[in-house]
T-cell receptor, first 115, second 109 residues
Framework: EPEVTQTPSHQVTQMGQEVILRCVPI?????FYWYRQILGQKVEFLVS????????KSEIFDDQFSVERPDGSNFTLKIRSTKLEDSAMYFC?????????????FGPGTRLTVL | LAKTTQPISMDSYEGQEVNITCSHNNIATNDYITWYQQFPSQGPRFIIQ???TKVTNEVASLFIPADRKSSTLSLPRVSLSDTAVYYCLLSGGYNKLIFGAGTRLAVHP
């Protein structure tokens, strides 16, 4: 069964450093998403991406965040200058483009720890 | 997006049927009702979705009354491995998913 993959599984960084979280969505999917989940809290939407541009973003997704689909397979989330409060699990998700409703498939997540 | 309300936690025993009810009084015409499952330190996993009446797959059943203001996820004969958080969400088309706190289901031996 096709699946979304994410690397690394765990990233430790110092406050102020840049991090790039990588995702490989399911190959024929057209819609891509990033979510995050702070420990013990609910899953929060960050950004959605379609047709090589951001289609929607949340208040969390400020100027420190960016997304890119550099090569048609990877989908990356960059945090330019990490803060302590960026520590969380980051989940990538993808969704097909068929007519009608179809579900989002989530990756296993990257645990980001900012020290 | 319309809000959903579901119990914070539930307890059950192995082999029992578990029903988790979700209320969504302000559901929109184009909203589908979707349920996800999440294990600790893992991404949410799609369980089932429906628009109206009853939907069944190999994992669960989803019951939706005619007014669509609530829905019930039914898990037949749960096992210890069904211990997880279950989320009821509304989503229309290709929109983002808005997660609430979910229902923490604990299955006991």
């Amino acid at each position: 069964e096709p699946e979304v993959t994410q690397t690394p599984s765990h990233q430790v960084t110092q406050m102020g450093q840049e991090v790039i979280l990588r995702c490989v969505p399911i190959s024929n999917h057209l819609y891509f998403y990033w979510y995050r989940q702070i420990l013990g809290q609910k899953v929060e939407f960050l950004v959605s991406f379609y047709n090589n541009e951001i289609s929607e973003k949340s208040e969390i997704f400020d100027d420190q965040f960016s997304v890119e689909r550099p090569d048609g397979s990877n989908f990356t989330l960059k945090i330019r200058s990490t803060k302590l409060e960026d520590s969380a699990m980051y989940f990538c998700a993808s969704r097909g483009g068929l007519a009608g409703y179809n579900e989002q498939f989530f990756g296993p997540g990257t645990r980001l720890t900012v020290l | 997006l319309a809000k959903t309300t579901q119990p914070i936690s539930m307890d059950s025993y192995e082999g029992q049927e578990v029903n988790i009810t979700c209320s969504h009084n302000n559901i929109a015409t184009n909203d589908y009702i979707t349920w996800y499952q999440q294990f600790p330190s893992q991404g949410p996993r799609f369980i089932i979705q429906g628009y109206k009446t009853k939907v069944t797959n190999e994992v669960a059943s989803l019951f939706i009354p005619a007014d669509r203001k609530s829905s019930t996820l039914s898990l037949p004969r749960v096992s210890l491995s069904d211990t997880a958080v279950y989320y009821c969400l509304l989503s229309g088309g290709y929109n983002k998913l808005i997660f609430g706190a979910g229902t923490r289901l604990a299955v006991h031996p």
